[in-house]
């Protein structure tokens, strides 16, 4: 069974910074891609960022490009979110995720995803 522990969210300051982290438990850690996600209150859930198994491509939502970085460490079946930069409307509660299927791409799809955490909040202060 995949189970999936965000940590590092927080109360933080407009302009700072933030690491997510997301340890997975299970097997082939390193064969799935793994992606971030977020829910603000009110609005739906929104993909923030996504990793490819291997770790060599990655994709952003345009809202967090350039202030955030996603990157795995396959030793330590780990995926981590570096929010750099950070908005008041980056307030959400940070969700990642595992790909049902194994050697796929950095894909933004919720429907690729299979597997999640339970959130970890993030808040931003003006």
């Known amino acids: 069974q995949v189970q999936l522990v965000e940590s590092g969210g927080g109360l933080v300051q407009a302009g700072g910074s933030l690491r997510l982290s997301c340890a997975a438990s299970?097997?082939?850690?390193?064969?799935?891609?793994m992606g971030w996600f977020r829910r603000a209150p009110g609005k739906e859930r929104e993909f923030v960022a996504a990793?490819?198994?291997?770790?060599?491509?990655?994709n952003y939502a345009d809202s967090v490009k350039g202030r955030f970085t996603i990157f795995r460490d396959n030793a330590k079946n780990t995926v981590y979110l570096q929010m750099n930069s950070l908005k008041p409307e980056d307030t959400a509660v940070y969700y990642c995720?595992?790909?049902?299927?194994?050697?796929?791409?950095?894909?933004?799809?919720?429907?690729?995803?299979?597997?999640w955490g339970q959130g970890t909040q993030v808040t931003v202060s003006p």
């Open positions: 995720a595992r790909t049902q299927s194994q050697y796929i791409g950095a894909t933004m799809g919720t429907y690729e995803y299979s597997y």
């Open positions: 299970g097997r082939a850690f390193s064969s799935y891609g």
């Open positions: 990793i490819n198994w291997s770790g060599a491509n990655r």
